[in-house]
């Protein structure tokens, strides 16, 4: 990965910009300096948000890199293209090729190799992670120290698959995370993202003790710039307080908020918040 590494640092600098400049509402500035030094890697969306800043093309980009036909680096670029250009076949062919290597050169190669697995399981359930996967992603993430943002987006994608207790534990180091960057920048939105996903996890296991918990930090911290995320809160304590109270006004409220949704073209969550309320008004 450090060929790559080096070509982002080429390119930016032959723009005449700073790692800052070039970070400034994609990344942080930590993430960006350690993936042009070799030590680290970045999610394929916040590598492709850069190159667009850079005006370059991923194909551009990974085509001037030059890596070689042997390394595991060649699959990375492979799979970027592939992704890049929705092409399943070509992604699952380089998971099961991925997937014979028995052996990782560095734990961030199996780690992207998993994460490219998680979002194939999304689709195909051929590719669900194994139970000693699972264990390796959860001791990763239990002796994370420093959560770089390709560590919360391999989370993002992945929390689904830890238990409850597991989901809060790691959310309360998101939590800790945003307030040590003052809630600043697009990492902010991205692990806030991250904490959603674990609070659809915990709603859908009817784990409210601990989706209060997170709604309670959530609606004293999140700032008014994070409106549409903070809103997705606001919806899950009115589920909470519907279950408790059985005030018609909550659900009232829920469906103002689904209806904008609708509107800005969110269908995903629309549907998703529409089920549920349906499901809260039939109890």
Known sequence: MQKLGENLRKIRKSRN?????????????????????????LSLDILIKLLDRLNISITEFLNLAEISDTSFSK?????ALAAYSEDMNSMEN????????????HVQEKLTYLNYKILLSWTNQEFKLS????????????????????????????INIFNSENIVIFCKELMKNIEELNFEGSHTYSRLRTILNG???????????????IIDWALKNIRYNNFRELSFFKVFDNFVKYKE???????????????????????????????????LKDI
């Open 17 to 41: 910009m700073s790692v800052e400049q070039v970070a400034k509402g994609i990344a942080s500035y930590s993430s960006i300096a350690s993936f042009e030094r070799g030590q680290s890697l």
């Open 75 to 79: 699959q990375y670029r492979e799979f």
């Open 94 to 105: 380089i998971v099961n090729d991925l997937e014979k290597q028995t052996n990782f050169d």
């Open 131 to 158: 139970q000693n996967e699972e264990e390796f992603l959860l001791n990763y993430f239990w002796n994370c120290e420093i959560w770089t943002d390709f560590d919360n987006t391999l989370l993002c994608h992945s």
């Open 199 to 213: 609070m659809y996890t915990l709603w859908d296991r009817q784990e409210i003790e601990k989706c209060k918990f």
């Open 245 to 279: 109270t059985k005030n018609p006004q909550l659900l009232i409220e829920v469906e103002a908020v689904i209806n904008y949704l609708h509107f800005m073209g969110n269908f995903s969550k629309y549907e998703y918040f529409k089920e549920e309320l349906e499901k």
